[in-house]
């Protein structure tokens, strides 16, 4: 049976081989099309059909031999088989697992998929693969497309369960702490101190999208974002010196530190009760994508119209200089610019 399945899966799949449920018949059945019994009927019911306009007769036929026909279909299968390891280059090694199945007609999609996710789905090994794409900073779009492929080197294909249903055991994962996720550059979902599972899981449930919005959606370490919401934040403290003497007279001192913890002491304001005014200022980063993603990106940030933002660079690959003359007249007046690009030799 792995052999004739799996040179199948071969043969007639480019994609998506982990995702197939094969339904099988009785131990003993002969092939469908030597089963004499059924293909008397089925011609029946094939001249019954194309005569019937000629008599209410051949309709009535129709219809009994298509419900004899049914009716034996029905009983006929009562296993399913999923793939378990996988080999392309020689699909004879192929294995299945192979599972009863105790129900009839439109009721065994069902059962099928209810047999997988309380018999064959083992957690543990999901919840594996997904930490290795979360070490990785894989998407959530490349996690699922991994899923629904055979895994390589003859190694056990975690059954697929469906995308809703991954997505809401990523979602269970991140609400444990296990994880975090980069909804697109907007947001991250990070389970929050002392949070429990439960009302975590209730904040986060549904907010994974569909589409290529997964492609844009990644896989973070806990770790990796210091903040529950919003981008992350810097280490180090940035402060503004002030531009003139104190109120007492007195001419300010200071220099600039960095993140990564340079010689130098912070840049200082002392204010007129001698406390130091300081503001920090948060990393953000959001990868290619359209102005109006960017619009939306910018505003998920919280930088309104009165949000000082500075450091600010804009990557673009490649343009015409028709679009950048657009670009630098649509800059604000008052600002300086600075520009480096690489021109194609005439």
């Not at 192979?98 to 099928?112: F, R």
């Not at 697109?184 to 009302?199: I, M, N, T």
Request: hydrophobic share 35%; net charge neutral; proline share 6%.
């Amino acid at each position: 049976m792995g052999e004739a399945l799996g040179g199948w899966l071969k043969t007639h799949l480019q994609s998506r081989r982990n995702t197939i449920r094969f339904l099988l018949p009785r131990a003993g059945s002969t092939s469908i099309y030597q089963d004499r019994d059924l293909l008397v009927l089925a011609r029946a019911i094939l001249k019954a059909q194309e005569w019937r306009s000629e008599s209410a007769e051949y309709g009535r036929l129709h219809t009994k031999f298509q419900g004899e026909l049914r009716g034996i279909i029905k009983q006929r299968f009562d296993r399913f088989a999923i793939l378990r390891t996988w080999n392309y280059a020689d699909p004879s090694r192929c294995r299945f697992h192979v599972e009863a199945v105790n129900a009839q007609g439109n009721q065994i999609p069902e059962k099928i998929d209810q047999g997988i996710r309380g018999d064959l789905f083992i957690p543990e090994d999901f919840e594996a693969v997904v930490l290795e794409a979360t070490q990785n900073g894989n998407s959530v779009g490349k996690l699922l497309t991994e899923l629904r492929e055979p895994r390589p080197n003859e190694h056990e294909c975690i059954p697929w369960i469906g995308e809703t249903l991954v997505k809401e055991r990523i979602l269970r994962l991140c609400a444990q702490g296990k994880l975090a996720i980069n909804l697109r550059g907007v947001e991250y979902l990070q389970a929050r101190p002392g949070e429990a599972e439960d009302s975590a899981w209730a904040r986060m449930k549904g907010r994974l999208g569909t589409g290529r919005h997964l492609d844009e959606t990644n896989l973070l370490l806990p770790q990796a974002v210091p903040q529950a919401h919003g981008a992350i934040a810097r280490t180090g403290t940035d402060t503004t010196p002030s531009g003139g003497p104190d109120l007492f007279g007195a001419d300010p001192q200071g220099t600039s530190t960095s993140s990564s913890g340079g010689a130098s002491e912070p840049t200082t304001t002392p204010t007129l009760f001698g406390d130091q005014g300081t503001a920090s200022y948060q990393p953000l980063y959001a990868p290619p994508t359209s102005p109006l993603n960017l619009i939306g990106r910018v505003e998920g940030w919280g930088v309104g119209p009165g949000t000082s933002v500075r450091d600010l660079s804009l990557k673009i690959d490649s343009l015409t200089g028709a679009q950048l003359q657009k670009l630098l007249r649509g800059l604000p007046e008052g600002l300086s610019y600075e520009l480096n690009c690489q021109k194609e030799e005439d």
